[in-house]
């Protein structure tokens, strides 16, 4: 008994590490973005949005969890969803050109990404 209680202690460690990790590193790249646009304009803020924290703390994660493997075949997955990140892109892209604002072209671009999350499952090119 006391064996599992000293293993969900650990597995409650390595959560809290990992969402404090998540936090304070994404947190302070979505806090970097307004600043590094501001001093160097759209385009190179626009690299620091596709930082992909959320993929390198991800993996990181994995790894420790569930070993090399497991990060390849994530990875794989992650390649294979990457049209579905830039139909969101161009969404969002068509439609602040058509003058919309920028909370219809982000619900324009996470519509499109969804569609393609729907299409890229229902063609077995995701699957599990």
């Known amino acids: ?3 599992s209680t000293d293993r969900h202690r650990k597995v ?3 959560h809290v590490t ?6 304070v590193v994404g947190g302070t790249l979505v806090a970097l973005v307004p600043i590094v646009a501001n001093r160097y304009g759209g385009n190179i ?3 620091v949005l596709l930082f992909p ?7 990181l994660f994995i790894s420790l969890r569930l070993g090399p493997g497991a990060v390849q075949s994530a990875t794989v997955g992650s390649i294979k969803a990457l049209p579905a990140v830039l139909i969101f892109l161009l969404g969002v892209y068509v439609a602040t050109r058509l003058g919309q604002s920028t909370a219809v072209a982000l ?5 499109g990404w969804l569609l393609a999350v729907v299409l890229l499952l229902a063609t077995k090119i995701i699957s599990q």
């Open 1 to 3: 008994m006391q064996l």
């Open 18 to 23: 990992e969402t404090t990790l998540r936090f």
């Open 53 to 59: 924290v959320l993929t390198l703390t991800g993996l």
């Open 107 to 111: 619900g324009v671009g996470l519509a």
């Open 12 to 14: 409650d460690s390595v």
């Open 45 to 47: 803020a626009g690299l």
